[in-house]
């Protein structure tokens, strides 16, 4: 390496670059592991909430629930996760002030819930009529027919699109780094600050971290795609 | 009437106008170029991938796999910050070049996905149908396949064009001056966040609005076409 | 009727499909057959046994292994043949009739026309109208496919086919996707086109159709032509085993 006779800090081969920063970029894949885990749960809950009372509910919570979800598709992760992050300590709840990963769990569960909502309904949607009609014609209630019927139908379509949702949480892990978290992309920019010769070096480690983590379940959605079908993820 | 100026003082984000409109035009133009990139990425990837060669077929393969499987924030470091080590340009991409760059590579992808599903969308029968009539490829393509290809695209491909929008408030990472970027401007100038994001989202809102009337206009129109 | 100079003339192709991983499949095995100005011959046989493949063959939708075909004059194999060219003359008629979604009834008529024909929008259009009226539904011409019958749509399709006045006219299993009821009126349209000339080959297994409209009957098993002849020699007197159970079992 030409690098290698250089005077100062920068003394390092490519390999030395990679020994010494890898405890760190793995520290940081530890907490955008965290995170995405944490969202995936709490997103699925409340979108799956939104998805339902959107199906099933009034004209009224079906609009207001609709202007929900277009309000938070309509601007930037970026948008909502400032304001929240900036938010929070308005609400004067103690052990939420500046706190940067509540801040980011929930900036991401509003932006996840979103797409489990429309995947909860388009499921629900794309089992056939006739299923629910042969319920009621042997006298089962609504809500025995969505239970008993229609929901175990819809829950096998809803199972390929959400590995597309984990990885659009994943990804958007990446963002929360500007509210200060540690994260995967956090991780790299320190190592970058130390090492900014290598930045090359280091970020391609990172993306390649990313791609360990994103493609296996890209994998499995589709694997699952082709054994319970799916309905479309909406872009 | 304070608690309204105490959550969001209008008289500041009027003060403000000027950068916000800056910063509205600024997302709208590179929100355009990076548009028309990753279309003509979008339909070359789309013809490599449908194409018998493997070699061509694996490249599209890859590049879409590979902008799928990592981060927008990570595209635009890496091409950024890494590209003007190549002595490609000579010179450093400047901040713009870099963010569009990245922003058309990255939605090139999923342009691609979108192009290659709505030809092949199109039944073989057609196409058979097409062909004992005499068409020749390019009539078959021209008058059967493209127009029915355009109105089945046209839909998922605007839902990916607001996608487009809303991820080009990133390249503010690298120190692009956009919309995102005059909401900071405010937040570092004034200390003012809700003045600052929330007019920012509203911003957002009023493109995000523009393009579902068009989705929606699109698809009665092209809807109607195919009864 | 039938005079001698023959439009078609089929001489001893095979086609085999491989698809790797599976048992390659011999569709046709040294075929050999001719169709001859204004005759209609029809070909019938169990499912799976090469009809289609024949039939596709005839108009170069599926290229064959070896073998010739000559359609009026010109040979269909010669890599120097215009397919397209050769297409404008032979007529194809599919199960699943294949219109243009995209195009209204009339539509589906007239691009054709205009496109592959260069004829004048008037013309395409007189023509349209005109054959529209002649297979029954001219009052369907503004609608969609979406918005037609599979009887209707098929009609537009026969239609589509004629209006490039093709030398020869190619039906495969017209009659399989549609409803019974609409069955009859497509089959008496196809009788009515066999008695005014049209040089006509039918994959069918309406055995009435065959009986009353076709000159000739192939019958086609395992990909080979197992035994031909008038309609009578071959409903009422079949010489082979295989014709004898086919027929048993279809009738
Ligand atoms: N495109 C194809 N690829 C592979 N095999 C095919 C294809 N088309 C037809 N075959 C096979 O060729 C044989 C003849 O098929 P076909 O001509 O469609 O029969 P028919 O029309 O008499 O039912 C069948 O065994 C069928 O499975
Ligand atoms: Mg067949």
């Avoid at chain 1, 995405?36 to 629930?65: N, Q």
């Avoid at chain 1, 970026?78 to 004067?92: E, G």
């Avoid at chain 1, 949702?165 to 958007?172: A, L």
């Avoid at chain 3, 215009?82 to 404008?88: A, V, Y």
Wanted: charged share 15%.
């Amino acid at each position: 390496m030409l690098s290698a006779g250089w005077v100062g800090f920068g003394a390092d081969t490519m390999v030395d670059v990679i020994w010494i920063t890898m405890p760190f970029l793995l520290a940081g894949l530890w907490m955008t592991f965290k995170i995405s885990l944490v969202t995936i749960l709490c997103g699925s809950i409340l979108g799956f909430a939104v998805g339902m009372l959107r199906t099933v509910g009034g004209w009224l919570v079906s609009a207001t629930l609709g202007i929900y979800i277009h309000a938070l598709r309509g601007t930037p992760f970026l948008v909502h996760l400032y304001v929240i992050y900036f938010m929070l300590p308005a609400l004067k709840i103690p052990w939420l002030q500046f706190e940067a990963f509540p801040a980011a769990v929930i900036a991401l569960s509003l932006y996840t819930s979103t797409y489990v909502a429309e995947i909860v309904r388009a499921a629900i949607q794309a089992v056939p009529r006739g299923q629910s009609e042969a319920a009621r014609s042997v006298g089962m209630t609504a809500a025995q027919c969505m239970w008993h019927v229609v929901l175990p139908q819809a829950l096998k379509l809803m199972i390929p699109p959400m590995g597309g949702v984990y990885v659009i949480i994943i990804k958007g892990t990446s963002i929360v780094s500007v509210i200060g978290i540690s994260e995967l992309v956090r991780a790299g920019e320190h190592a970058t600050q130390r090492h900014p010769r290598e930045l090359m070096l280091i970020y391609g480690m990172t993306a390649l971290m990313y791609f360990a983590y994103c493609y296996p379940v890209l994998r499995i959605a589709r694997w699952a795609e082709t054994k319970f079908g799916s309905v479309r993820l909406p872009s | 009437m304070d608690w309204i100026l105490d959550f969001y003082n209008y008289r500041v984000a009027v003060q403000y106008v000027p950068e916000f409109t800056r910063g509205m035009l600024a997302t709208i133009w590179i929100s355009l170029v990076s548009l028309v990139l990753s279309l003509t990425i979008g339909t070359v990837a789309a013809i490599m991938r449908m194409s018998a060669n493997p070699v061509l077929w694996r490249i599209s393969a890859g590049y879409v796999q590979a902008i799928r499987s990592t981060p927008l924030l990570i595209q635009i470091y890496v091409i950024y910050f890494s590209l003007p080590a190549l002595p490609l340009l000579g010179r450093r991409l400047d901040e713009l070049e870099g963010g569009i760059i990245a922003l058309g590579l990255n939605a090139g992808a999923y342009m691609s996905e979108i192009i290659r599903a709505g030809i092949e969308s199109i039944s073989r029968g057609q196409i058979e149908g097409a062909q004992s009539v005499g068409m020749t490829y390019l009539q078959r393509m021209r008058y059967v396949v493209l127009p029915q290809a355009f109105a089945n695209v046209l839909p998922p491909l605007l839902g990916q064009t607001a996608v487009l929008i809303k991820d080009s408030s990133l390249v503010s990472f690298i120190g692009v001056f956009e919309l995102f970027g005059a909401g900071l401007t405010v937040l570092s100038e004034r200390l003012m966040p809700n003045e600052a994001f929330l007019t920012v989202a509203v911003g957002y809102l009023a493109i995000y609005g523009v393009m579902l009337f068009f989705s929606n206009y699109a698809q009665r129109r092209l809807g109607g076409v195919r009864g | 009727m039938p005079s001698e100079t023959p439009i078609v003339v089929v001489n001893d192709i095979c086609k085999t499909f491989r698809i790797r991983g599976r048992p390659p499949v011999q569709a046709l095995r040294h075929v050999t057959n001719h169709v001859d100005k204004g005759e209609v011959l029809v070909v019938i046989g169990p499912s799976g046994s090469g009809k289609s493949t024949f039939l596709r063959a005839l108009n170069g939708l599926e290229p064959i292994d070896s073998g010739s075909i000559v359609i009026d004059g010109v040979d269909l194999t010669d890599p120097k043949t215009d397919l397209n060219r050769l297409r404008r003359g032979v007529g194809m008629v599919f199960q699943h009739f294949n219109l243009f979604e995209h195009k209204t009834a009339l539509e589906n008529i007239t691009m054709p026309q205009t496109v592959v024909l260069k004829r004048k929008g008037s013309e395409a259009y007189e023509i349209g109208h005109r054959l529209l009226d002649r297979v029954g539904i001219g009052d369907k011409a503004d609608n969609y496919p979406s918005e037609l019958s599979g009887g209707q749509q098929q009609r537009v399709a026969i239609a589509r086919s004629l209006a490039m006045t093709p030398k020869v006219m190619l039906f495969d299993e017209v009659t399989s996707a549609l409803d019974p009821e609409t069955v009859g009126g497509v089959l008496e349209l196809m009788k009515e086109l066999a008695t005014e000339g049209t040089t006509m080959v039918v994959v069918t297994h309406e055995m009435g159709f065959a009986r009353e409209a076709a000159d000739r009957v192939t019958f086609m098993d395992d990909g080979a032509i197992i035994e031909e002849g008038t309609p009578e020699a071959v409903f009422d007197n079949p010489q082979h085993e295989r014709t004898k159970l086919f027929l048993s079992q279809i009738i």
